[in-house]
C-alpha cells in the first residue's frame, strides 16, 4: 500500500512540475515553478496522501517476541528447502489444494496463527483425521530439522499471514 502511494505522489509531482515547465519561461528557476498553481496542487496532493497515511503504513508490524528478520530469512530458506514445507503448502504459502493448507490468509484451520502456536504445530503435526485434505502433516513435516530451524520456519510462516 505505500509503495502505490510512493509511486502515486511520484506521479502527482511529474505531472505538475511537466505542466508548470510547458507553460513557463524555459529559463524558469526552481523557485519560480514551485510557486505555479499545478506546483502548489501537487504539494497539497502530497500533504493529503501523507495524512492519510497511517503509522501502521509507514512501520512494519510488530515481529513475535525472540523473532528477528536474520530468523525470517533463515526460515524462507529451511521452509523451500531442507523443511520441504513448500512441497505442500506451495513456494509462497498459499497451499496446494488436497495436500496443504493456505499459510497466507488469517484463517487457521487448528492453531490460533500466534507464533507459538506455528511452532508446536509444526513440531507436532496434523494427524490426516484432523487435516482438511486427508493427508497428515508429520512432526517437522517428516524431515530432521531441528528445533531452532522450526523456529525460524515458524517465525518466516506467521509473517506470510501479517
Not at 533463515?74 to 493456505?102: D, F, R, W
Not at 502456536?117 to 517437522?140: C, F, H, L, R, Y
Amino acid at each position: 500500500m505505500m509503495v502505490k502511494k510512493i509511486q502515486g505522489l511520484g506521479l502527482i509531482a511529474f505531472v505538475a512540475f511537466g505542466l508548470a515547465a510547458c507553460g513557463g519561461d524555459s529559463s524558469a528557476d526552481a523557485d519560480a515553478m514551485a510557486e505555479t498553481p499545478a506546483a502548489q496542487a501537487a504539494v497539497v496532493a502530497a500533504d493529503a496522501v501523507a495524512d492519510e497515511m497511517t503509522e501502521t503504513d509507514a512501520m512494519p508490524q510488530e515481529l513475535p517476541e525472540g523473532v528477528t528478520e536474520a530468523m525470517i530469512e533463515e526460515g524462507k530458506g529451511v521452509y523451500n528447502g531442507a523443511g520441504i514445507c513448500m512441497s505442500c503448502h506451495g513456494p509462497t504459502g498459499e497451499g496446494i489444494p488436497q495436500l496443504g493448507a493456505n499459510l497466507t490468509d488469517d484463517e487457521w484451520l487448528h492453531i490460533d496463527g500466534s507464533y507459538e502456536s506455528i511452532i508446536d504445530n509444526i513440531m507436532n503435526g496434523v494427524t490426516a483425521q484432523e487435516s482438511s485434505s486427508g493427508v497428515p502433516m508429520p512432526a517437522k513435516g517428516g524431515t530432521a530439522i531441528t528445533d531452532d530451524q522450526v523456529k525460524a520456519v515458524a517465525a518466516y510462516v506467521w509473517t506470510l499471514s501479517q
